[in-house]
C-alpha cells in the first residue's frame, strides 16, 4: 500500500512525512488561490528535499492544463509524479506523456459526487493516453475539489474501479480510525493507496509527523 500526504509548503513537512513512513509527497502548483500552492523554485526545492530523504518521490499536484509546462516541471529531478487534479481531457494526458522523462508516473484524478463519477465515460480514454494510475476523490454538493475531508461511498470507489484497468489510489476524509470503512476498496485488485491531506495536519495547519504516522499505521494494520 502506496501511503501519499500532500500540500506540504516547508522542508520540515517534507522529512516529517518521510519519517511516518510515507512513500509520496504531494507539492502543489498551479492550484489557484490554494493554501499550498508553491512556486516553480519552492517546488523545485522541496522536490529535491523529498528525493534527499532516500524514500520519498514527489508529486506534482496540479490544475493546471499546459502539458509542455508540466512537463518542464519534471526535468532535472523534478516531481516524478504529476497529479492532475482538475478536469483536464485525455488530450492533456497523451500530451504530457509524450513529453515527460522516462519513469514519471500520471495520475489523473476522478471526481466523484454521491455515487456518479463526473468522468466515468473518459476512464477508457484516459487509459488509453497514458495514464498510469487514477485517484478517486469526493466532490462536495457546492463543487469544490481537492482538500475537502469529504468521504467517498466504498460500494461507490469499488464499482468505479471495476471499469478500470489501471491501478487507483483512494483519497476523500480519509482518517487513521477509518479503514474499515473502505474494506471493499482496499480488497480490490487494482487499489494501489491512499492519499491524505487534512487528517494529517497538526493545530498549525501544517502536516504533523505524529498525525500522518498514525494515518499510516491505521491504514497498513488491518
Not at 196 to 216: E, F, K, Q
Request: glycine letters at 12%; charged letters at 20%; aromatic letters at 4%.
Amino acid at each position: 500500500m502506496l501511503v501519499k500526504f500532500c500540500g506540504a509548503t516547508t522542508a520540515a513537512e517534507v522529512r516529517g512525512v518521510a519519517d511516518a513512513g510515507a512513500d509520496l509527497v504531494g507539492l502543489w502548483h498551479g492550484v489557484a488561490g490554494g493554501a499550498a500552492d508553491l512556486s516553480v523554485p519552492r517546488l523545485a526545492e522541496l522536490a529535491a528535499q523529498a528525493r534527499a530523504t532516500g524514500r520519498l518521490e514527489a508529486v506534482l499536484v496540479t490544475f493546471g492544463s499546459d502539458a509542455k509546462a508540466l512537463a518542464r516541471l519534471t526535468a532535472d529531478g523534478g516531481p516524478s509524479w504529476v497529479q492532475l487534479h482538475g478536469y483536464q481531457p485525455p488530450a492533456t494526458v497523451r500530451a504530457l506523456r509524450a513529453l515527460v522523462p522516462e519513469g514519471v508516473r500520471i495520475v489523473k484524478v476522478l471526481h466523484v459526487r454521491g455515487e456518479s463519477c463526473v468522468e466515468a465515460t473518459l476512464i477508457g480514454a484516459y487509459e488509453r493516453a497514458g495514464t498510469d494510475c487514477f485517484l478517486l476523490d469526493a466532490v462536495t454538493a457546492d463543487g469544490r475539489t481537492g482538500s475537502t475531508a469529504v468521504s467517498l461511498d466504498d460500494a461507490a470507489v469499488t464499482r468505479l474501479a471495476g471499469r478500470m484497468t489501471r491501478p487507483f489510489l483512494l483519497a476523500g476524509g480519509l482518517r487513521a480510525d477509518n479503514r474499515d470503512r473502505f474494506a471493499g476498496s482496499v480488497a480490490h485488485p487494482r487499489f494501489l493507496g491512499i492519499d491524505v491531506d487534512s487528517a494529517a495536519r497538526g493545530p498549525d495547519g501544517l502536516l504533523s509527523a505524529g498525525n500522518a504516522a498514525a494515518v499510516a499505521e491505521g491504514w497498513r494494520t488491518p
